[in-house]
T-cell receptor, first 112, second 109 residues
C-alpha cells in the first residue's frame, strides 16, 4: 500500500512540553507538507519541503520546526507547546507542480 | 495576494437537488485548482480538479467551472445524496497551495 503515514494518531500533552510527529510517504513524491487544521476546519500550510530543501516556510512560531532525513520523511517538532497549538496536524505529499496533494490521516494534538 | 475565498461556509440542501460552492483567488499565476472532500474523522481527499487550460470539467455527478478572467472557480454537485455530506475545500496552486476556508455541506434526506 502506498500512502502518507502519520504517527501518532493522537497526542495529549501539557503546556511547555516538546512533541514530535512523524510522517512518511511511500508514493515516491518529491514534495512534502505540514498543514494545521484548527477546530473550525481551516487548513493552513505550515511548511513544505522539496528534495530536502525548505521551499515554503509560512509565518509559524519558531517553536515549530520541520525535520527531514530524506524526501520520503518529514517530521514536525514543537518545542514548548502552547494551548493554541491544539489542532489536527496533517502531513501531505505531491509530485511536481499542478498535481494532487495526498494527505495523511492526521495527528490530533491536545495541549492541556 | 495569496488568499482563496470560499463561500458559503455552510450549505444545506435537500436530497436530489444540486449544491454549488464558489471560490475566488487572487494570484493570477494560479494554474491548478483541486477540490477536496473531507468526511468526519478522515483526511481530505481529492474529488475533482481543473487546470488553467480548461473552463469546464465533469466527472461522476461533479462539475467544476473555471473563469480565469474573474479569478473564480466553482464546484457543482448534481443530484446530491446523504453521502455527499462533508467538508469541501477548494484550493489554488500558484505554485504553493492555498486552501479555501471550507464549506460544510449537509444533504437532508
Amino acid at each position: 500500500e502506498t500512502a502518507v503515514f502519520q504517527t501518532p494518531n493522537y497526542h495529549v500533552t501539557q503546556v511547555g512540553n516538546e512533541v514530535s510527529f512523524n510522517c512518511k510517504q511511500t508514493l515516491g513524491h518529491d514534495t512534502m507538507y505540514w498543514y494545521k487544521q484548527d477546530s473550525k476546519k481551516l487548513l493552513k500550510i505550515m511548511f513544505s519541503y522539496n528534495n530536502k530543501q525548505l521551499i515554503v516556510n509560512e509565518t509559524v512560531p519558531r517553536r515549530f520546526s520541520p525535520q527531514s532525513s530524506d524526501k520520503a520523511h518529514l517530521n514536525l517538532r514543537i518545542k514548548s507547546v502552547e494551548p493554541e497549538d491544539s489542532a489536527v496536524y496533517l502531513c501531505a505529499s505531491s509530485q511536481g507542480s499542478n498535481t494532487e496533494v495526498f494527505f495523511g490521516k492526521g495527528t490530533r494534538l491536545t495541549v492541556v | 495576494g495569496e488568499q482563496v475565498e470560499q463561500l458559503p461556509s455552510i450549505l444545506r440542501v435537500q436530497e436530489g437537488s444540486s449544491a454549488s460552492i464558489n471560490c475566488t483567488y487572487e494570484n493570477s499565476a494560479s494554474n491548478y485548482f483541486p477540490w477536496y472532500k473531507q468526511e468526519p474523522g478522515e483526511n481530505p481527499k481529492l474529488i475533482i480538479d481543473i487546470r488553467s487550460n480548461m473552463e469546464r470539467k465533469q466527472t461522476q455527478g461533479l462539475i467544476v467551472l473555471l473563469d480565469k478572467k474573474a479569478k473564480r472557480f466553482s464546484l457543482h454537485i448534481t443530484d446530491t445524496q446523504p453521502g455527499d455530506s462533508a467538508m469541501y475545500f477548494c484550493a489554488a496552486k500558484s505554485p504553493k497551495y492555498v486552501f479555501g476556508a471550507g464549506t460544510r455541506l449537509k444533504v437532508i434526506a
